[in-house]
């Protein structure tokens, strides 16, 4: 069974142009996730979907951060414009349910210049 | 607000040299606790997860075990392959939500 799939895997980028990742769950899990991973640190979640319904996005930057789920399989999360401090690694997880164990991504490293 | 605190931070072993890795946690309600191992440049790997005091479980050379304030995570007799870092995280009353530690990077030597 093909896992959670992510792209790109690097992205360098100046500060203040756009970026976008997408990513793929794995076939039939309806929860899908957003988590940034700093170095050193454990993921922190950026907003989870169940299928295309975004229902925590607390910890999303909104001022730059939107992210979308369209017919709640692909997903696709942006940062415009991009800052010094989002050089991170941003990882996706998917799950059955809510309930149900997460499972992640290679996810994708970010850097800002 | 749920809290993970993992020790020691980093841990250096000698191949065969068994050891264990802490998971302190504070949290409204513990729906779960969970292991995954993360490889430099990849994400993590789901391992285990505990659901109430008491439990534990096993998978080759580890073993995670939890009480009401802690997890361990036994490596008995480690190969360099378990070279990794070790993250632990809890789900509470909210659900999807892990909150995760830093994790102990763990490096096993020859």
């Known amino acids: 069974e093909a896992g959670v799939v992510q792209s790109p895997r690097y992205k360098i980028i100046e500060k203040k142009q756009p970026v976008a990742f997408w990513c793929n769950p794995i076939?039939?899990?309806?929860?899908l996730y957003w988590y940034l991973q700093n170095l050193g640190q454990g993921p922190e979640l950026l907003i989870r979907?169940?299928?295309?319904?975004?229902?925590?996005d607390s910890q999303l930057p909104k001022d730059r951060f939107s992210a979308e789920r369209l017919k709640g399989v692909d997903s696709t999360l942006k940062i415009q414009p991009a800052e010094l401090g989002d050089s991170a690694v941003y990882l996706c997880?998917?799950?059955?349910?809510?309930?149900?164990?997460?499972?992640f991504g290679p996810g994708t490293r970010l850097t800002v210049l | 607000e749920d809290q993970v605190t993992q020790s020691p931070e980093a841990l250096r072993l000698q191949e065969g040299e068994s050891s264990s890795l802490n998971c302190s946690y504070t949290?409204?309600?513990?729906?779960?606790l969970f292991w995954y191992r993360q490889d430099p440049g990849k994400g993590p790997e789901f391992l285990f997860t505990l659901y109430s005091a008491g439990e534990e479980k096993e998978k080759e050379r580890l073993k995670a075990t939890l009480t009401k304030k802690e997890s361990f995570l036994h490596i008995t007799a480690p190969k360099p392959e378990d070279s990794a870092t070790y993250l632990c995280?809890?789900?509470?009353?909210?659900?999807?939500?892990?909150?995760f530690g830093a994790g102990t990077q763990v490096v096993v030597t020859p």
């Open positions: 997880a998917s799950s059955l349910e809510a309930t149900d164990t997460q499972y």
């Open positions: 995280a809890v789900q509470g009353n909210s659900w999807g939500k892990l909150q």
């Open positions: 949290v409204s309600g513990l729906r779960g």
């Open positions: 979907y169940e299928n295309e319904e975004a229902v925590d």
């Open positions: 076939s039939g899990h309806n929860t």
